[in-house]
């Protein structure tokens, strides 16, 4: 029944996707790789708009490498707006044989990160936050290494995320198509939320909210004290 409903849930989303594609022009990469580096001014929030992968690090100083076949350069375009880093596409185009298709940003600290593209995100170490916010919204992989307070998660997109470190307080809202392993990130207090279709693996210590009214079960390690459970889908919340 799960299989069934994300194949569904692809058929209804790729037709999107294609008709996209099909309206841009090709572009083939001339298997020269160059890494291009880029000096930005200050930000404390990513957004990524495009297709490649993106690998993210803190750092002492601020700055964007993007790593893909020489021809292929200019079509990748890094800009700070209102403290905000994007990468977006210069024009509307398909990287067809792309050798390689890398972004690796450098930050000091953020607390916004959205990913609006097709592609993976992952981080380069741990990161150390006081507070983040992290929405993704396209077709990839998310994998983070982080120590946060707080940690806001959004995820609509199709893709799987895996999560490791240490959260005082998770809000984790699923309404995407993917699974989520989150046993390696030990979170104090943790309110999530599954209406999508995957399941989620989370370790909790101290307390947690869950609701189940998608298609995806959520299992919790760390024997937390579970208050106000809600299940009207059709997977459910067990503790491991």
Request: aromatic residues 4%.
């Amino acid at each position: 029944m799960k299989t069934s409903l994300m194949l569904f849930t692809l058929v209804l989303v790729l037709p999107f996707l294609l008709v996209s594609i099909s309206k841009a022009q090709d572009v083939k990469g001339n298997g020269n790789v160059v890494k291009k580096t880029y000096s930005v001014s200050s930000f404390n929030r990513i957004e990524l708009n495009g297709i490649y992968n993106t690998i993210i690090k803190q750092g002492n100083i601020e700055s964007v490498e993007i790593e893909t076949d020489e021809n292929l350069q200019s079509y990748i375009k890094p800009e700070v707006t209102d403290k905000t880093l994007q990468i977006e596409q210069t024009e509307e185009v398909n990287f067809k044989e792309s050798t390689r298709m890398n972004v690796y940003i450098t930050f000091k600290s953020i607390d916004k990160l959205i990913n609006n593209g097709v592609g993976n995100l992952k981080t380069d170490g741990t990161v150390n936050m006081n507070a983040l916010s992290v929405s993704c919204n396209g077709v990839g992989n998310l994998e983070l290494d982080l120590n946060s307070s707080t940690l806001n998660l959004e995820m609509s997109s199709v893709g799987n995320i895996e999560l490791k470190g240490a959260v005082t307080q998770g809000d984790f809202q699923i309404s995407g198509v993917g699974n989520i392993d989150a046993e390696d990130m030990k979170v104090e207090k943790l309110r999530i939320e599954s209406s999508g279709v995957g399941n989620a693996k989370v370790y909790v210590t101290g307390e947690i909210q869950p609701t189940v009214s998608g298609a995806g079960n959520i299992k919790c390690k760390g024997n937390p004290t579970v208050k106000n459970l809600k299940q009207d889908g059709i997977g459910k919340f067990k503790l491991d």
